[in-house]
Nanobody, 123 residues
Framework: QVQLVESGGGLVQAGGSLRLSCAAS????????MAWFRQAPGQEREFVAA????????YYADSVKGRFTISRDNAKNTVYLQMNSLKPEDTAVYYC????????????????WGQGTQVTVSS
């Protein structure tokens, strides 16, 4: 089992930045993929970014490429999402996800999820 706890969400003006953190605990030694998804009110959960354990493989949704950066500190079992140039449409609950398999875009390929952290971007 892997437990995930997100932090770093909040309210920010458009154009601003936030950094989300997700700390993993439990059986983390063989976790490969760690990812971020988000869900806006009334919408389905969508993929944001994912990273392999070694960081050599990263994926981003087209909507966040060039603005968001995913990174990992394996010594701390933590994954980060640096979000720059935020837009009102980035407003959502952001979820951290992890799995023992390689990173993927589909939420069905992640077995472990955090509780989520709210990000609100005002215009």
């Amino acid at each position: 089992q892997v437990q995930l706890v997100e932090s770093g969400g909040g309210l920010v003006q458009a154009g601003g930045s936030l950094r989300l953190s997700c700390a993993a605990s439990g059986r983390t030694f063989s976790v490969d993929a760690m990812a971020w998804f988000r869900q806006a009110p009334g919408q389905e959960r969508e993929f944001v970014a994912a990273s392999s354990r070694a960081g050599g493989i990263t994926y981003y949704a087209d909507s966040v490429k060039g603005r968001f950066t995913i990174s990992r500190d394996n010594a701390k079992n933590t994954v980060y999402l640096q979000m720059n140039s935020l837009k009102p449409e980035d407003t959502a609950v952001y979820y951290c996800a992890a799995d023992y398999r390689p990173p993927n875009y589909s939420d069905s390929d992640y077995d472990y999820w955090g509780q989520g952290t709210q990000v609100t971007v005002s215009s």
